[in-house]
């Protein structure tokens, strides 16, 4: 779905930093810099995928949105249809500064779908009583309303009305992950976080859950935070792309423009491992060297001049701030402009 131009979600500097503590007094000695310093903007009616490799972040990111955790520092801005007594919001809330009558109410329009069906449904619920439990927990609708609701967002999930009297473990995983969508879709959201929503998924159900995940975005005028790393599928999903790396985001850029022609070195090693469904066409795979630095102990300057085969002097040093390059692309990178001259992509 084409993005307007309502901006619904801005999100500035956020941090989410991890305490460990050691000892019999349980001092604290250091941090896990989870989030370290990110930017995002969504528009309402988009889809924004944020990839990355596996413990770069982007969970914790997508859960200190929601304030699932508490974010450590930053800004979460969201803009919601009503405030807590129910008349229209013309402007901004500040997420990360909500009391907890706020939070209740933006929760309506900020919802989740987590990416184990398995672990995310409770086993001792019916499935109508999983779908209904937003509706009661807000206070909306009489118990007869809340279930004719929940066989209308069943049914729109490609599911039976029949199927509310029976258990999640009667289902298969790809029925279970849409009891989790049409929980997530209950409360009529204005903003979703999927998270890694086809991942525990056969591949033969990955197709069919990301096409009903388009098809409810247009239905019901959606907008979503799309975390994954298969960048095939957010390649197909996806309006913008946010590449993370060690709790930073390298690079923001429209879907193609990210895919045909990535500037941060990181980007483009992702990308060439991709594979391409054409026999006469080859991509050149680039190895990265090295592993995945401690989130404990970061690198000085760009934190992923340790493993990039351009690195100078400077990225041992500084670190690059998120810099506008054209296109509505930006790249966290000292050497972007050169790099694309030379046509890394």
Not at 133 to 162: F, K, M
């Amino acid at each position: 779905m084409a993005a307007s131009g309502d901006m619904l979600l801005q999100v500035r500097g956020l941090r989410v930093h991890f305490p460990i503590r050691r000892g019999i007094l349980r001092r604290v000695v250091g941090h896990v810099r989870a989030v370290d310093d990110i930017d995002l903007d969504i528009r309402a009616g988009e889809t924004l995928g944020l990839v990355g490799e596996s413990g770069c972040g982007k969970t914790t990111a997508g859960r200190a949105i929601l304030r699932l955790i508490e974010p450590t520092a930053g800004r979460i801005l969201f803009r919601p249809r009503q405030d807590p007594a129910g008349a229209p919001v013309l402007g901004d809330v500040e997420v990360a500064r909500a009391d907890p009558r706020r939070l209740k109410a933006l929760r309506r329009d900020m919802q989740m779908i987590f990416q184990d069906p398995y672990a995310s449904l409770d086993p001792r619920m019916k499935v109508g009583a999983i779908v209904t439990e937003p509706l009661r927990a807000h206070g909306i609708g009489t118990p007869d309303e809340r279930r004719q609701r929940a066989r209308e967002i069943l049914a729109a999930v490609g599911l039976s009305p029949d199927h509310m009297d029976r258990y999640p473990h009667a289902f298969s995983g790809g029925q279970r992950q849409r009891i989790g969508i049409a929980r997530a879709l209950v409360l009529e959201p204005r903003l979703i976080i999927a998270d890694e929503p086809v991942s525990a998924l056969d591949v033969s159900i990955q197709a069919q859950v990301v096409n009903l995940l388009g098809d409810l975005q247009r239905q019901f005028s959606l907008t979503y935070l799309f975390i994954a790393h298969d960048l095939s599928v957010v390649r197909y999903i996806s309006n913008r792309v946010a590449v993370m790396y060690l709790g930073h985001i390298v690079e923001t850029a429209p879907t193609d423009a990210l895919f045909d022609r990535p500037l941060h070195p990181y980007t483009e090693a992702l990308i060439s491992a991709v594979p391409v469904p054409d026999a006469d066409r080859r991509r050149r795979r680039i190895v990265l060297q090295g592993d995945v630095p401690s989130p404990v102990n970061p690198p000085p300057g760009c934190p992923f001049h340790t493993r990039c085969r351009y690195a100078e002097a400077v990225c041992r040093t500084e670190v690059p701030p998120s810099r506008p390059l054209g296109e509505g692309r930006h790249v966290a990178c000292h050497l972007a402009e050169k790099l694309a001259l030379r046509g890394i992509a």
